[in-house]
Every structure is written in structure tokens, then in C-alpha cells.
């Protein structure tokens, strides 16, 4: 069947695809929205990560089959890599929490979900640990009903979902690495697709919320892109590469993601009621939680969270039902010149001297991520060069861009004006 997309056309799945699609693990993602607050500065941004995970599964899959043909793959072990990539570009999203990142803090401790420890890299182990989406989305995957549902449909082609999971994280299953072809391993090449410099995750998400939000920043040439990938093998690891006379686009893509976070990622409506969110968690006294059962956690969407802060009393609750949001007073930002700009520590203690209250907000965000844990390559007619090495997009960038702001409640913003201006 195909699903009709407003980014990438039809996007057909298998019956198979379509069953997985339909379990109540992938379908509470109809629920959440993929830019949180968002909508609040940008109406039409309402879009959710169910959407969002079906395009970037329909990248990925571009993005394999131009490089299939390169690789010389036997027919079963295509098809088999192939169907294990799509999927966990489908699952990649499938443990966000609620509206945004801002309710991972009421998660429970990592250790309660109790994911294997090889699904952990070594920097993750630490003892007391807060879970994240990452760790739902890889608990959803091994230890629930979807998990049955893929060894069931799956399994007869050689993917379980310990091979789904491994990819997500980037840590090899045990029993084996299952992305071992002939003599090459091919988990850094797959693993890139999933999370790395220019992944499926990046190329849909940019589209779709610059469609959505009804601004240009995010986009960019995907067919060029695309059309000019290739893989550099190193002692017997494949890794994604990019043709010479394509990074003119890879750089157009890095910058409208960076773009992108300046005018929606950060804009300074979603941040704020972020903010309040936060308190709201704070201040509750556990009136709203995250379980740590995923049968319970799949309760959990914009809607539960949004039908608990209107029954809420919290007045930080109360706020965001009323849109009643601390209004943006000053602000620091990449383009400003930090001798000429207010010092918001200063401003929040002149605030706070006179009995208003304030938050200040700090947006973090770098161009480049991955650039040097996972490098994307670049062939060129002297010899392949890690892409950091060959755009001097990286060192121009290399600090990240930073957003500093302060707020306060509009009922006091003229007065909290005057007194900064004094």
C-alpha cells in the first residue's frame, strides 16, 4: 500500500510494514507532535513524529538503494539490510515523551526500564541516570508487544529486534554482528543513515518543518545529495561518503539546519512556555509522571499531558491552558555584540530587587555533531578526506550558536522594561 505524504509523495509499505505501523507502539505517535510548543509562533506546525517517522523512513530507503548497487550485496542480504535500516529509521522516534523535550525530566531513573546493558554505550552508564526518549524508544523495540510483532514478521528474514535496537544505538547485538557481509562490516554505514552527519532523521526533518512552519530555511537539494553518495571502506568497515562536487549541497544542508534553529528550533515562543512546562514539573509534586512501564508509558501523549495541566491548579499549569506566557524582555544571541548587550544575570537580579519574577533560557545548538565521532567522507579525485577536513564550514562554525534570553510575566513586562532601560 502507499501512504500519501505532503514531503516525499507516496510512500508505500508491505503489509508486513504496515501491521508495525499500526501497533499501538508506533500509532501513539499520532499524538505528538514533532516541534512541541511550536505552533504557539508558527500555526500550521502541528505535524507529528507518526509522519515524521514514515518520511525519514522513505529517505533512508532512497538513500539505500543508490547505494546498494555499490556495494555488490547478494540478494537476501540486501533485502535483509534494507528492511532492518527501514525500520529503525521508522522506530527511530518511537519513545519521545510528551509536547518536547521538557517532560524528560519527570522520567524515571534509567535503571527502571531496565534496558540491556549492550545497548548502552560505555559513556551512558552512569549510575543514577535519568531515562531519556532514546532509552524508551529502545525499550518499546526489545521488551514489548512490538517486539513479538517484529520476530513474528520479521524474524523468517533474518531481522529480530535486537538488529533494530543495534542500529538505533549503535551498539552490536549479541550473538554476532548480524551487519557483517563476506568480510565487511557494514554497521558504521547503516548506523550513519540512522544517526550521523547526514542522515534520514536531518533530511526529512528539516523539510517537513520548514513545509509546516511555512518558513525556508530548512531546505535544501536532496536529489543532488543523494544522487552523489558513496562508501569508503576502512580495515574492513564501510562508512557513507559524498562526491567533491556535492558538497556545495551537504554545506546548504548544514547551514538550514542551523538556520533552522534560529528561527523555529529556538524561537523564543516554544522556549518560553518550555520553560513554564519545566516548572510545572517542578512544582507538581508528581501530579503528572512518566512510567516507567512501557504498556503504561504508551498512555502518554500531548493529549494526556495537555488534559492534566487543564484539570491542573498549578499555576504554571493554568498558564500554558490560558497561553498565558512570560514575554520575552531581553535578549543575547549570535548576532549581537555581547559589549553592546545587556547582561542578563544583572537584569534578573533588578527584577528580582523589586519583587518580579523572571527566567532566563539558554538555546544551545552546533552546526556539525557528528562530524568527528562518525565522519562522513568525501571522495575526491586525490583520495578521501574526512568532511571536516574538507569544508571549512566546520571551523567557521565551530562554536555552538547560543540564544540567551530573559522573561517575565506580561502582566509586569512595561515595568520590568523600565527598569532595565533606568
Known amino acids: 500500500m502507499h501512504i500519501r505524504d505532503p514531503i516525499h509523495g507516496a510512500i508505500e509499505i508491505s503489509a508486513d510494514e504496515r501491521a508495525l505501523v499500526?501497533?499501538?507502539?508506533?500509532?501513539?505517535?499520532?499524538?505528538?507532535?514533532?516541534?512541541?510548543?511550536?505552533?504557539?509562533a508558527f500555526p500550521g506546525a502541528t505535524h507529528t513524529r507518526y509522519a515524521h517517522g514514515l518520511g525519514a523512513m522513505a529517505v533512508a530507503t532512497r538513500v539505500f538503494d543508490a547505494l546498494a548497487p555499490k556495494l555488490d550485496l547478494p540478494d537476501r542480504d540486501r533485502d535483509r539490510l534494507r528492511q532492518a535500516l527501514r525500520l529503525s529509521v521508522l522506530f527511530?522516534?518511537?519513545?519521545?515523551?510528551?509536547?518536547?523535550?521538557?517532560?524528560?525530566?519527570?522520567?524515571?531513573?534509567?535503571?527502571?526500564?531496565?534496558?540491556?546493558?549492550?545497548?548502552?554505550?560505555?559513556?551512558?552508564?552512569?549510575?543514577?541516570?535519568?531515562?531519556?526518549h532514546e532509552d524508551y524508544t529502545l525499550k518499546l523495540i526489545l521488551d514489548?508487544?512490538?517486539?513479538?510483532?517484529?520476530?513474528?514478521?520479521?524474524?523468517?528474514r533474518g531481522i529480530e529486534p535486537s538488529h533494530i535496537a543495534a542500529l538505533i544505538s549503535g551498539q552490536k547485538p549479541p550473538g554476532g554482528n548480524p551487519f557483517t557481509v563476506g568480510d565487511r562490516d557494514l554497521l558504521p554505514l547503516l548506523r550513519q543513515i540512522v544517526s550521523g552527519e547526514l542522515d534520514a532523521d536531518r533530511m526529512d526533518y528539516l523539510q517537513r518543518d520548514s513545509f509546516f512552519t511555512g518558513v525556508n530555511y530548512g531546505k535544501f537539494d536532496l536529489d543532488?545529495?543523494?544522487?552523489?553518495?558513496?562508501?569508503?571502506?576502512?580495515?574492513?568497515?564501510?562508512?557513507?561518503?559524498?562526491?567533491?562536487?556535492?558538497?556545495?549541497?551537504?554545506?546548504?544542508?548544514?547551514?538550514?539546519?542551523?538556520?533552522?534553529?534560529?528561527?523555529?528550533?529556538?524561537?523564543?515562543?516554544?522556549?518560553?512556555?518550555?520553560?513554564?512546562?519545566?516548572?510545572?514539573?517542578?512544582?507538581?509534586g508528581g501530579e503528572y509522571e512518566l512510567p516507567a512501564d512501557v504498556d503504561e508509558y504508551l498512555e502518554h501523549d500531548d493529549v494526556t499531558l495537555t488534559a492534566a495541566l487543564r484539570a491542573s491548579k498549578n499555576p504554571w499549569a493554568?498558564?500554558?491552558?490560558?497561553?498565558?506566557?512570560?514575554?520575552?524582555l531581553l535578549e543575547r544571541g549570535p548576532f549581537l555584540d555581547p559589549r553592546g548587550a545587556p547582561d542578563l544575570e544583572e537584569g534578573l537580579s533588578l527584577l528580582a530587587?523589586?519583587?518580579?519574577?523572571?527566567?532566563?533560557?539558554?538555546?544551545?545548538?552546533?552546526?556539525?555533531?557528528?562530524?568527528?565521532?562518525?565522519?562522513?567522507?568525501?571522495?575526491?579525485?586525490?583520495?578521501?578526506?574526512?568532511?571536516?577536513?574538507?569544508?571549512?564550514?566546520?571551523?567557521?562554525?565551530?562554536?555552538?550558536?547560543?540564544l540567551s534570553r530573559l522573561y517575565v510575566p506580561p502582566e509586569r513586562f512595561d515595568e520590568a522594561r523600565r527598569l532595565v532601560d533606568s
Open 224 to 284: 543532488w545529495i543523494v544522487q552523489n553518495l558513496e562508501t569508503v571502506e576502512r580495515a574492513g568497515r564501510v562508512h557513507l561518503a559524498l562526491q567533491h562536487r556535492a558538497v556545495f549541497a551537504f554545506e546548504d544542508f548544514l547551514l538550514s539546519r542551523y538556520h533552522m534553529f534560529l528561527s523555529v528550533y529556538f524561537h523564543y515562543a516554544s522556549v518560553g512556555y518550555e520553560q513554564l512546562l519545566q516548572r510545572y514539573c517542578d512544582t507538581s
Open 92 to 132: 527511530h522516534d518511537l519513545g519521545h515523551a510528551p509536547l518536547s523535550h521538557a517532560t524528560e525530566r519527570i522520567m524515571p531513573p534509567a535503571a527502571d526500564l531496565r534496558i540491556p546493558d549492550w545497548t548502552q554505550p560505555l559513556k551512558r552508564r552512569t549510575p543514577g541516570r535519568r531515562a531519556n
Open 144 to 156: 514489548s508487544g512490538l517486539a513479538a510483532e517484529i520476530s513474528a514478521r520479521m524474524g523468517p
Open 318 to 328: 493554568m498558564r500554558i491552558v490560558r497561553r498565558q506566557g512570560y514575554r520575552l
Open 353 to 402: 530587587s523589586s519583587g518580579i519574577d523572571g527566567f532566563i533560557t539558554l538555546s544551545r545548538g552546533i552546526l556539525a555533531t557528528y562530524g568527528r565521532d562518525a565522519p562522513l567522507w568525501v571522495r575526491t579525485p586525490r583520495g578521501e578526506v574526512p568532511i571536516a577536513e574538507y569544508t571549512p564550514l566546520y571551523e567557521r562554525y565551530a562554536e555552538p550558536a547560543m
Open 22 to 40: 499500526d501497533s499501538p507502539q508506533y500509532q501513539r505517535l499520532r499524538n505528538v507532535k514533532q516541534l512541541g510548543f511550536a505552533d504557539l
